[in-house]
């Protein structure tokens, strides 16, 4: 079964009023359909054009975006769409989208949505995690490019262009902070607004691509996807830049954007001298059973080498292995299939579902979520609804015990 779903939907031309249907996509799979991917991260998807009078425009509408290599999902919410409709539209897309994947590709991660602004925002959000690569874009892009020998003296012009000019234009944008940031470059050099700019881009995106820089790829289509902007004038610096820093909450309740661990739990990660005081840390802190966390201890032990400081860095890696071996334990399919069963068993009563949740801390992450929504899913394809809506239900409670602790 297809993951990448698509409708038809009847749209009227904003041009000459001339009604029509056209294919919208709704949700994308990049590993399944990485050609739609890069229409998104190009600009071109769900542009249609009215067969009337050929005007071309983004269809609009609510979109979510699988990238399982990343480990991402993205939903793009209408700018103009009520918050309560966004949400509970991204919940049903989510809920095909989980229903579609084969179970071991039924991650945690599913359950971490983040939300932008139209699918300008999410692709913006796809390429901006490539940003934190752009010190090493130079050296990629200097191995992709053959020193040519200089031309005739003759043959040289006031207002010719050079790769090495034009590679410091891009570099600049690689380096932008913001949008409206990216913006000035452009409107400053307009060099890199000609063909032969494109040109390289796209022969350093493809040589990036061959030589295994991914992420630097990601960064250069970037720099690509801000140039169509600015040549489309979709969207003026002023609103990039409100688009750029906009990040609603996603379904699940937290914040959007890259997640941190707060100051707190890694303090209280640090004290823990032993395996077992490491899982009373984690009963207190269920944050620290979230996959995030590996990768921004992994970032600590680099910022704590950076500084000199090995001790604190030993430290880190010492407790982030037994961290490790405790979240693969606590989250894995017999652990998490106990805590669920404790949960359903536990009735109503109040204290008998905190006496739950402090025995199984597992069920306050993104995993007891994702196995709870497809635990309902599963339910309701065999006809109980009764265990789906208690699923829900437990799924909510859950949620909002989370949204909690994080106001504390």
Known sequence: MSISYAEFASLICPVCRAPFAAEIWTIIDAGERPDLAEMLLSGALNVVTCPQCGHQADAGGPLLVHDPGGRRVYFAAPADAPEHVWRERAQELLYVLIGSLPEE????????????????????????????FAPRASEAMERTIEPSPPPPV????????????????????????????????????????????????????AAAHTQGDHDIAR???????????????????????????????????????????????YEAFLRADSPRALRETVSTYPALLEPWVDDELAE??????????????????????????LRTEMTGQEGLHQAIHALLSAGGEADALAAVVDEHPVLLTDVAQTALLELAAGARARGDDALAEHAVECRALLRRVREGLQEE
């Not at 996807?225 to 688009?243: G, I, K, Y």
């Open 105 to 132: 590709r039924r991650l945690p991660y599913l359950s971490d949505v983040q939300v932008e602004v139209e699918a300008s925002g999410v692709r913006r959000a796809m390429l901006r995690r490539g940003r934190r």
């Open 154 to 205: 003759e043959d040289i012009r006031p207002t010719s262009l050079t790769a090495d000019s034009m590679i410091g234009t891009i570099e600049a944008l690689l380096a932008a902070d913001t949008p409206a940031e990216a913006v000035a470059i452009i409107e400053r050099h307009p060099e890199i607004r000609t063909p032969d700019a494109d040109a390289l881009i796209e022969h350093l995106i």
């Open 219 to 265: 960064a250069l289509m970037e720099v690509r996807a801000l140039l169509h902007d600015f040549r489309a004038s979709a969207m003026p610096a002023e609103r990039q830049n409100d688009a750029y820093a906009a990040s609603p909450p996603h379904p699940s309740g937290s914040t959007t954007g890259e997640r941190h661990l707060a100051e707190q739990a």
């Open 300 to 325: 600590r032990v680099e910022s704590a080498l950076d500084e000199g400081n090995e001790h604190l860095a030993q430290a880190i890696e010492l407790r982030r292995d037994t961290l490790t071996r």
